[in-house]
């Protein structure tokens, strides 16, 4: 019986499989526990993951570069929002598991959210699994939310290739510098179809106002890194307008105080987004009115610098004075603006971005172009060309034009890739009924989205990080992506798909059949320009492995245009008698236009200015929250002409009283188990309202009215004081106090890196002693790092439902803490908490089973196998970083394939918290050991320090003087969080800086909390009244 | 003097006893004898009645009500509790450190009461050792039901493995192990020895099973002066070694909070603060048990006013030291000049759980401060509604420093409310009846009041005639 020859996957040949793990009489002890094992293996397979994982190391012959246990790292680029990402993803096994930046791009290996949480789309397992075809007919046996039945590619092939030879096709695409958006327009030119390119958040207004200015239809960069004074007219540029990793890179650089430098930083606009609340000044101007506000600034620039010249007259009208009532801002505080920008000596202005897309967003853009021309910064803060291309989109009214076709029959078919107009078009337009009226619909969706659930077929394409690619990051600079993994789904390289449907029409495309040949023969230009000596394979593997040609080109800076003369006679409109109360719609770092809403990283991750996850809110300021009667939680009814929706209030102080802000990004109605019948689309408002001139959707200034609704709707909090009470958990320092040499005022009296190195804090005989540096004045609160860390420790997401009662797992958390000013104003103070390794840690003593211990290397360790869950640890430790497992939270296939196999999953009833990448750690010792060396300074990189945009975080060995992080440790900023109860944390945070007049030692105004207004996190509500009506 | 009952000078227990042959006498019954004893007190054992049947059944359906919520939370995961981030202990540590607080006056009145000679304790101490016994065995379960992996609990115990890992003595709740096991160990043995001799007269009154039961329990005892000569002695120095016990176990409890850095714990007054708690909390147990079992079982002349008024005015000291430390505690956090430390106290007074906290010094203060009246203390009724008052301010106490303090700790953005779900006030209701269970079975397989220490009253009185000087004044014993 021995040589029975079971497979594993246990097929019942022979007398061993069948006889099961009783055995037949006379089975020895060896044949019973080959059987065990046998029938242990069959059972394991059969209840495992699909049968691509069905074994644990799947190679019996390796394949190069393929080494189990081992992290691979391979290049590849992708598009994160507007901005182009160059990526280094982590593969191990021949999974991807972790993103990181490429350091050679622009975004300098860094990475934001949104970025890092790409995995859980491309493992996400409501993924569309291959190609599907509407069931038509009754409603009987169809389910109404995925209606869909299998399909084979061929059938799909061939339906698209039919389509197409009927004619009147539209194919209707995102925007984006891709080789996909060129291949797009190949493709629809070969076969006869249009090109409609479609985002809601676009760059039209921009477009059309450089066009204006400078005759350039283009998006200029803002280099900020060169700027001493920096004004923001309302984008939020550090959280989701334009390249907000690379901004937040340029504006850290602008800011860096360790170099002496710390750009004075305001802001104009009616509401603090992310951007919004870094600022040293708020120029709180009323929604739509940004544009005045500019002029008005431009005027007083103009004034002092005498460089007005033919626009004086023009400007003439735009006095502080003049404008003074129309934006609600008092002169005196344009006017001391523009003398601050007059006198800076390299001073850039933002454009109004997003939040001032309202009815006149074009003028406004102009008007800060004029002013940008005054400060003398187009050219040098403000350059033209070197840029990624930004594309033109349709305008909306381009768009209910083709609504209106699609109505009449006129459109017969209408093909969808990249794009989801069904949620991100106003509601009133009625995408959604004219899809239905077409003919043929094929979404390329890799998700059932709102506009796949539309269409009568579903072709589904990879992921990016399945698909080849190419990305023009501008000035010659190109990222290539290639597929990381073959595709988990039965799904196609959405250009492939195309291809085999032009191919199937008859209409076949030249060039290479497949995109992947396409992108290679694409760069053989390139090849031969360079001379290279290398063969075109040699040089194209490496161009692979570099991803792509990033290096900075010695291209010189393109020709710099010059304000157009004719703009000092362009009239401006008239902005619109302000409404009584009127609607802004923003962007998130987390859902972005509202792609990142199936993600429950991005759904768990606290916003930035609320801190609310899972859900919707409408922002109000707290004098219309007082006039309605709401506080936090309570249902708010929003009306306008267009509809209507009810949401819970958030009361925020960041926003002027006669606005209301609404995200954007929630509110789907399909696309996922996260994200379906989550919130509100606050879309459903909007009328076919777009920017005057560019034709851009106008997300500010429709006129609302508010009701109180009643009851209270679900709002998730995840913090809980808004201000830390003087007890100097942050500290915002004045910038002159931190600037002037020698100062003493604010300087810590203890040397902090004596104190963490101290004995207690680490074995003696190790030569490490981790430790790190958090910098509050580069922070902007954008929270890649607690996306990153998710990514990177297998941190799961526990839901709304949990998360109402204080359980989310977050390692690294951001709090957001209100400072008063002087002035009667207020700052923020962006602050990633997390453990802090402390010396002398409160919760070590106290746990009885030692499963939180103090590792010779200093780490504070846990320890989860050994943790029995008593909860002592997270009551004793003062920071409230730890984070309890309070049920095993299931991580659905195949979202299970993105674990990190160095760290250990957790079961119920374990303590877990930052480890400080502790594997990152050990693999760097290890390397180091076999090399017989330390590991040097910056060889370890933590997930959050890594991914950190502004570079807010450095990490390393405390026990080497001369290592960055010991260096910054020593800081006059430097300070410990709690540090009188002497806990000697390992993390020192150097203080904010602020341009704003604090008080001389902010967190000294007595600790008295009032119990009324310093709130707890916000109770879990009804579920009532999420949707819109 | 071996033979020395520890009554001498009088007691109320006398002065009932003499009462009691008084009227017998009166109705012209025969002079009572050892026997009478043995009857009164042993009547109720292994007589069920319906009304005790019925009741229960209804606490055991309340413990399996509580078993199964707990079967579920370990099923599911703790998360099921309502206890959160930052509030990781909740109804689970209150109840834990509630029950550990009833369990201690059961040993006060036994072993110090004893070592102080005051004879009113010899008709409460019986029932007062078993509901230590039973509050323990409660309050035991509960570092089990919190926890987030409860079959990994005997990692807390030092014992011997391959591993070689001990648990961490540096943690206050490796002392509670060892406190609280050492507590009831010493309680169990010391109850166990006083029951003895009462066994063997259970053991002689029935035949049968029910003797062989009893005699088995008895451990053979046959009464003899030699037996009677160690039996003291052991029962001496029990009581002396229980005694720094009561003391202890609830120290040690206290450092649970005491020795973490937690505003609202981190304070030395925590010891005898929550020693005088568990007493007063203890005590105002016993009454409303006493209440109930002089009721139920018809033990009007055993337990009296007298007794009643003596455990009133131990409720009214520890009451007052409650009150004080509670004042102590705003003292504290006022002149440490801590701003933290005084947020966190402004906030228990006036923050979320403000109703609680309020509650607790009405029930704790307030409502024990009508026991200065002599009135109030010998209305057995007052007493009884006083003790249930005590009973709830006593639980909200400890809701009030655990929960209250942990909401609102260093970092203001962790800051967190916590409401109990209702496994956890299954748990609650199940521990309750868990507790009454035990009770209920005591008091039908045992005597409620120590026979033996009561005949030797009987005979003490009877030799120094002091039946005939008490009667009718037995209030003026001190």
């Not at chain 1, 029975?4 to 037949?24: K, L």
């Not at chain 2, 009133?312 to 509670?326: F, N, P, Q, R």
Request: hydrophobic residues 40%.
């Amino acid at each position: 019986m021995s040589g029975c020859g079971c497979s594993g996957t246990g097929s019942p040949r022979g007398g061993c499989c069948s006889a099961g793990p009783s055995g037949p009489p006379g089975t020895t002890r060896r044949d019973f526990l080959k059987i065990v094992g046998v029938t242990g293996a069959g059972t394991a397979v059969a209840c495992g993951p699909p049968d691509y994982a069905d074994k644990l190391i799947p190679l019996l012959v390796q394949e190069d570069e393929r080494v189990p246990g081992v992290l691979d790292t391979y290049a590849t680029a992708m598009m994160v929002g507007a901005e182009p990402i160059a990526l280094h993803a982590q593969l191990r096994e021949g999974r991807v598991i972790k993103l990181e930046g490429n350091p050679q791009a622009p975004n300098r290996g860094r990475l934001s959210a949104l970025a890092q949480s790409a995995l859980q789309d491309l493992y996400d397992p409501d993924r569309v699994p291959g190609p599907r075809l509407r069931q038509e007919g009754s409603a009987e046996g169809v389910d109404p939310v995925d209606p869909f039945a299998e399909a084979t590619w061929d059938e799909g092939f061939a339906a698209l290739g039919a389509a197409l030879q009927q004619g009147g096709v539209v194919l209707l695409t995102g925007g984006t510098p891709t080789a996909r958006d060129r291949f797009f327009g190949e493709w629809a030119a070969a076969v006869g179809a249009e090109h409609i390119r479609w985002e809601p958040l676009g760059y039209g207004a921009v477009l059309t106002a450089n066009q204006i200015a400078f005759g350039r239809r283009e998006v200029p960069t803002y280099e900020l890194q060169r700027a001493d004074r920096i004004v923001c007219f309302g984008a939020d540029f550090l959280g989701t307008w334009l390249s907000p990793v690379q901004l937040a890179i340029r504006f850290s650089v602008a800011r860096d105080v360790d170099r002496g430098r710390h750009a004075k930083y305001t802001f104009v606009g009616p509401r603090l987004s992310v951007s919004g609340l870094k600022a040293d000044e708020w120029v709180p101007a009323r929604s739509g009115t940004e544009g005045l506000a500019a002029l008005a600034v431009a005027a007083v620039v103009a004034e002092r610098r005498g460089n007005g010249g033919q626009l004086t007259s023009l400007l003439a009208r735009y006095s502080p004075e003049a404008v003074s009532e129309r934006t609600g801002v008092p002169a005196e505080q344009l006017r001391r603006l523009g003398e601050e920008l007059a006198e800076a000596s390299a001073p850039v202005a933002l454009p109004p971005g997003f939040e001032g897309q309202s009815f006149e967003a074009t003028e406004s853009h102009l008007a800060v172009a004029i002013l940008n021309h005054l400060l003398g910064a187009v050219g040098d803060r403000v350059r033209f060309g070197g840029g990624p291309p930004v594309t033109a989109v349709a305008s909306l009214s381009q768009m209910a034009d083709l609504v209106e076709r699609m109505r009449s029959g006129e459109v017969r078919t209408v093909i969808v890739a990249d794009a989801n107009p069904a949620f991100t078009l106003p509601g009133s337009l009625g995408f959604v009924d004219a899809l239905r009226q077409v003919g043929t619909t094929i979404s390329l969706a890799s998700h059932l989205d709102e506009t796949a659930a539309g269409c009568s077929w579903i072709l589904p394409s990879s992921h990016p990080l399945e698909s080849w690619g190419e990305i023009d990051f501008g000035g010659g600079r190109r990222a290539i992506a290639q597929p990381l993994m073959g595709p988990i789904f039965d799904t196609r390289q959405m250009e492939d798909a195309l291809l085999q449907g032009a191919a199937a029409a008859g209409r076949p495309l030249a060039g290479p059949p497949d995109f992947a040949a396409r992108i290679r023969e694409g760069t053989r230009s390139r090849f031969v320009a360079e001379g290279e000596t290398r063969s075109f394979d040699e040089w194209w593997r490496a161009l692979l492995a570099g991803g792509g040609l990033l290096g900075r080109t010695a291209e010189p800076l393109a020709e710099q245009p010059v304000l157009d003369a004719a703009v000092a006679s362009y009239g401006f409109a008239e902005p619109a008698g302000p409404a009584e109360t009127s609607l802004l719609i923003y962007p998130t770092v987390q859902f972005y236009d509202g792609r990142g809403a199936n993600r429950s990283w991005m759904q768990e991750l606290p916003d930035p200015v609320t801190r609310a996850i899972w859900g919707s809110w409408v922002e109000l300021h707290p004098e219309t929250a007082e006039s309605l009667g709401v506080g936090n939680g309570d249902l708010v009814e929003v009306d306008t002409a267009a509809g209507s929706l009810t949401a819970p209030a958030f009361v925020y102080r960041g926003i002027r009283p006669d606005t209301v802000a609404i995200p954007l990004g929630q509110g789907h109605t399909a696309f996922g188990r996260n994200a379906r019948q989550r919130g509100v689309n606050p879309l459903g408002l909007l009328s076919e309202g777009a920017d005057r001139l560019s034709g851009a959707p106008a997300y500010a200034g429709t006129g609302v009215t508010l009701r109180a609704a009643g009851g209270r709707g679900r709002l998730v909090i995840t913090q809980g004081s808004d201000t830390d009470l003087g007890r100097e958990i942050t500290k915002l320092l004045g910038v002159e106090a931190v600037l002037s040499a020698g100062h003493e005022a604010e300087g810590h009296d203890v040397d902090l890196a004596e104190l963490v190195q101290a004995a207690y804090d680490s074995d003696p005989n190790s030569p490490y002693r981790w430790g790190m540096t958090v910098d509050l004045n580069a922070c902007t609160g954008c929270a890649a790092c607690v996306t990153a860390c998710y990514a990177e420790n297998n941190i799961p997401t526990v839901g709304a439902e949990v998360s109402a009662q204080g359980r989310e797992m977050s390692w690294i958390r951001i709090d957001r803490y209100f400072v008063e000013t002087e002035d009667g104003g207020f700052q923020t103070v962006q602050q990633p908490m997390l453990c802090q390794h402390c010396g002398d840690a409160p919760c070590e003593p106290v746990c009885p089973v030692y499963a939180t211990y103090h590792s010779p290397e200093g780490l504070n360790a846990q320890i989860y196998n050994r943790c029995v869950g008593t909860r002592y640890c997270s009551n004793n430790c003062p920071y409230k970083v730890r984070r309890f497992n309070w049920f095993t939270y299931e991580i659905s296939n195949p979202l299970n394939l993105q674990l990190n196999p160095d760290v250990t999953v957790r079961e119920k009833g374990v303590m877990e918290k930052c480890t400080f990448c502790v594997q990152r750690i050990n693999r760097a010792r290890l390397a180091a050991k076999a090399e017989g060396r330390l590991v040097q300074d910056g060889e370890i990189k933590t997930a959050c320090q890594q991914t950190c945009p502004a570079g807010a975080i450095v990490f390393g060995n405390l026990k080497d003087a001369e290592s960055a992080v010991s260096r910054k440790s020593h800081a006059k900023r430097g300070y410990h969080v709690l540090d009188e109860l002497y806990t000697r944390p390992a993390i020192t945070y150097l203080a904010d800086v602020t341009h704003a007049s604090v008080p001389a030692a902010h967190g000294s105004h007595g600790g008295h909390g009032d119990a009324e207004k310093d709130g707890e996190r916000t109770e879990a509500g009804s579920h009532a009244g999420e949707d819109a009506h | 003097m071996p033979g020395r009952t520890p009554t001498d000078g009088g007691d109320g227990l006398m002065a009932t006893l003499a009462n009691r042959i008084d009227s017998r006498l009166r109705r012209g019954n025969p002079l009572p004898t050892l026997a009478d004893a043995n009857e009164d007190i042993s009547r109720p054992i292994l007589v069920p009645s319906w009304r005790y049947a019925a009741l229960l059944s209804v606490v055991i359906a309340g413990v399996l009500l509580g078993g199964a919520a707990w079967a579920w939370q370990i099923y599911r995961g703790i998360g099921v509790a309502g206890i959160n981030h930052p509030v990781g202990w909740g109804l689970y540590i209150t109840l834990f450190v509630f029950w550990v607080g009833i369990a201690h006056s059961g040993t006060l009145i036994s072993a110090i009461l004893y070592l102080f000679r005051s004879g009113w304790r010899t008709t409460i101490n019986r029932a007062a050792e078993a509901m230590t016994i039973f509050a323990v065995m409660t309050a035991g379960l509960f570092p089990l039901i919190h926890l987030g992996r409860v079959w990994y609990a005997y990692w807390l115990f030092p014992y011997p493995s391959q591993r070689m890992i001990w648990p961490d003595f540096r943690s206050p709740l490796v002392l509670d192990v060892f406190a609280v096991s050492t507590y009831f160990t010493v309680s169990l043995i010391f109850w166990y020895t006083g029951l003895i001799p009462d066994l063997a007269a259970l053991r002689d009154r029935f035949r049968g099973w029910k003797s062989k039961l009893y005699g088995t329990l008895s451990l053979g005892w046959q009464g003899t002066v030699r037996e009677w000569v160690h039996y003291r002695r052991a029962y001496l120095y029990l009581a002396g070694i229980s005694t720094p016990l009561v003391l202890s176990v609830h120290s040690v409890v206290s450092w649970d909070f005491a020795l973490s850095i937690v505003p609202g714990w981190h304070s030395t007054i925590f010891a005898p603060y929550f020693v005088a708690g568990a007493i007063f909390s203890g005590v105002a147990m016993v009454i409303t048990l006493m209440v109930g079992l002089r009721f139920a079982f018809g033990l009007e002349a055993y337990l009296t006013e007298y007794h009643f008024e003596n455990m009133a005015k131990l409720l009214l000291l520890t009451s007052l030291i409650v009150g004080y430390a509670y004042a102590v505690e705003y003292f504290l956090a006022y002149y440490s000049a801590d701003p933290i430390e005084q947020e966190s106290f402004l906030w228990r007074a006036r923050g979320a759980y403000q109703g609680p906290f309020w509650i607790m010094v009405f029930c704790n203060v307030v409502v024990p401060a009508t026991l200065w009246f002599r009135k109030i203390r010998r209305s057995i009724p007052a007493l009884f509604v006083i003790s249930i008052f005590v009973n709830i301010g006593m639980f909200y106490e400890r809701f009030v420093i655990i929960v209250t303090s942990l909401a609102h700790e260093y970092v203001p953005s962790g800051w967190g409310l916590y409401t109990p779900s209702w496994v956890e006030i299954a748990i609650l209701i199940g521990a309750f009846c868990w507790f009454y269970m035990w009770f209920l079975i005591f008091a039908k397989l045992l005597p409620t009041i120590s026979i033996a220490e009561v005949k030797e009253h009987l005979e003490h009185g009877k030799e120094h005639g002091h039946a005939e000087a008490h009667a009718g004044h037995p209030g003026e014993y001190e």
